[in-house]
């Protein structure tokens, strides 16, 4: 294995050449650590790193870092979602080298949802910096040992400068528009430091092998991390929610109707997730597969299992 | 302009209460052209107070008048009269006009009749837009003319997040274009996309209402 940049084990599975596995894990609208324990459960053994989302839809839930604490004490390893909604520069910094002080080696940098979509919208949103200029302060943290004002990261003048190990990820939405931006954002996010970066979920095949072919044509797989995100569908119906309330997500209608006639369409749907599974393998450039399976974590090992990715690699 | 809209009236006329010598005061600048609280506005307020205490059976001598701008010390001579004659004002300028009227009458009571909402342009009749964030460091120059800062429901500066659909903003798709489609299509028409492959770093937002309240001091223009 090549020098690595930190002691993620995401890192080691993508650098000893494997097709990694991540999965979602949504902390709780409370104090229950017991519903993390049992999701980490699930998930122990069948994916190689766990988003720990921060605040997903602006909703307030445990903090992200608090979280991916306490699965690593489960025996997971968290990556960290980090939004610029909540956090100006000053409070994201002191919650990485926290984050870092407490064993965490994955960030993944995110804009974060518009706070109109959540429970609480009459707040004020921060945006001091973008996803972007996240992944770049973490990676000048990381590698230069400095702050984003050019500090060194050290505790006084003559201590030997103490920073963070991170492994940096983005995501990017291959249907957002406009479309022609897409790779273009995507390099930024390489040109910034990211290391790996996860999609949106996919159910249009057909758009993200073009947006695939827009990557290679630029070269970008082969300088970043690709995963492709995948959400299994649980019935007709959440579907064509998805369809309809979310921005730039398009699910073919023969999915749609597959669900519909299925007997079952909890087997369907899990069915057809492991289709995509299969099918994304084959694309060149990918390097990953992320499900995120919301509030259904349960269900991971069964797709994981089912895709031909049991058992994970040791690294 | 500062674009404005006027407050609900039962807000408005809850707060003159008791008032027995009201005077309603417009604005002539920009809050007359985005038809908030010009002359006209003034006319129509006034109007709806009389109704209300007539309605109420309540005294109150409502007086009307509206001075070119209430941002500027020398406009208010032609008014000064009427203020002083009234118990309170209600003020039918932006933010700015109703604290300076404040300050310049010290003991005068006095109210908003507006909600001062963004520096913005009138697309159609009665259609208004946010343009400027005032953020004291004008970046247009990169972005063909369109600004991230003000036109980005996240001011996001390195590109449009995942909630940009069919030229849309996720955060209102009915009627807010996606900043960076806009910016994405003028800097192709201009034939400079290779522009917005250059990564911004973190804005420096002290140049604006993060540095605290704004001040210019212009010791050329002093006297």
Redesign the interface.
């Given at each position: 294995m090549k020098n690595l940049k930190t002691g993620s084990n995401l890192e080691k599975v993508f650098e000893s050449g494997n097709f990694a596995v991540t999965a979602e894990l949504g902390p709780p609208k409370s104090i229950d650590a017991e519903i993390i324990r049992k999701k980490a459960g699930y998930l122990r053994g069948y994916v190689d790193a766990v988003n720990i989302t921060d605040n997903q839809t602006a909703i307030v839930r445990m903090s992200s870092i608090a979280a991916g604490l306490l699965a690593i004490k489960e025996g997971l390893e968290p990556i960290i979602q980090i939004t610029c909604r909540d956090r100006n520069r000053i409070a994201i910094q002191s919650d990485v080298l926290g984050a870092s002080a407490l064993g965490i080696k994955n960030i993944l940098a995110l804009s974060g949802d518009h706070q109109k979509f959540g429970n609480h919208p009459g707040t004020k949103n921060v945006f001091d910096i973008d996803s972007i200029q996240l992944i770049g302060i973490l990676s000048e943290m990381r590698d230069k040992k400095i702050f984003q004002n050019g500090e060194e990261i050290k505790n006084s003048k003559n201590a030997p400068p103490a920073a963070p190990e991170i492994y940096i990820g983005g995501a990017a939405n291959p249907f957002g528009d406009p479309l022609e931006f897409r790779p273009v954002r995507l390099a930024k996010k390489i040109n910034a430091g990211a290391d790996f970066i996860q999609t949106q979920c996919i159910y249009d095949m057909e758009r993200f092998s073009l947006w695939m072919e827009k990557i290679r044509e630029r070269g970008l797989h082969t300088k970043i991390k690709i995963m492709a995100g995948v959400t299994p569908l649980k019935s007709a119906g959440m579907a064509r929610y998805m369809r309809d309330s979310v921005a730039g997500l398009t699910i073919p209608d023969y999915y749609i109707e597959r669900l519909s006639k299925a007997e079952d369409p909890v087997s369907e749907g899990l069915a057809i997730c492991v289709e995509q599974i299969l099918e994304l393998k084959k694309i060149e450039g990918l390097s990953g597969i992320h499900i995120m399976a919301i509030e259904w974590e349960r269900k991971v090992p069964e797709i994981v299992d089912a895709a031909g990715l049991y058992p994970r690699p040791e690294v | 302009m500062i674009t404005a809209v006027q407050k609900p009236f039962e807000e408005i006329y809850q707060n003159i209460k008791g008032i027995e010598k009201l005077l309603v005061l417009g604005c002539g600048s920009c809050v007359t052209v985005c038809m908030a609280g010009g002359e006209k506005e003034v006319e129509i307020l006034s109007s709806s107070i009389r109704l209300a205490n007539r309605q109420n059976g309540l005294s109150m001598e409502v007086a009307e008048g509206t001075i070119e701008r209430q941002c500027d010390r020398e406009f208010f001579d032609s008014a000064k009269k009427m203020i002083d004659e009234a118990d309170a004002v209600i003020s039918m300028a932006c933010g700015v006009g109703v604290q300076f009227l404040a300050e310049e009458f010290k003991g005068k009571v006095v109210f908003p009749a507006l909600n001062t909402k963004f520096y913005g342009a009138t697309d159609e009749q009665g259609v208004w837009s946010e343009r400027c964030a005032g953020c004291g460091d004008c970046k247009l120059t990169d972005f063909g003319g369109i600004c991230p800062v003000a036109r980005c429901?996240?001011?996001?500066?390195?590109?449009?997040?995942?909630?940009?659909?069919?030229?849309m903003c996720?955060?209102d798709?009915e009627t807010t274009p996606?900043g960076?489609?806009l910016i994405?299509?003028r800097m192709k028409e201009l034939g400079q996309l290779e522009k917005?492959?250059k990564?911004?770093?973190?804005?420096d937002?002290s140049s604006g209402r993060d540095g605290g309240p704004g001040r210019i001091i212009r010791e050329d223009v002093k006297l």
């Open positions: - | 429901s996240k001011s996001l500066m390195n590109g449009p997040c995942g909630g940009s659909s069919e030229g996720e955060v798709p996606c960076w489609q994405f299509d917005l492959e990564t911004h770093p973190p804005v937002w």
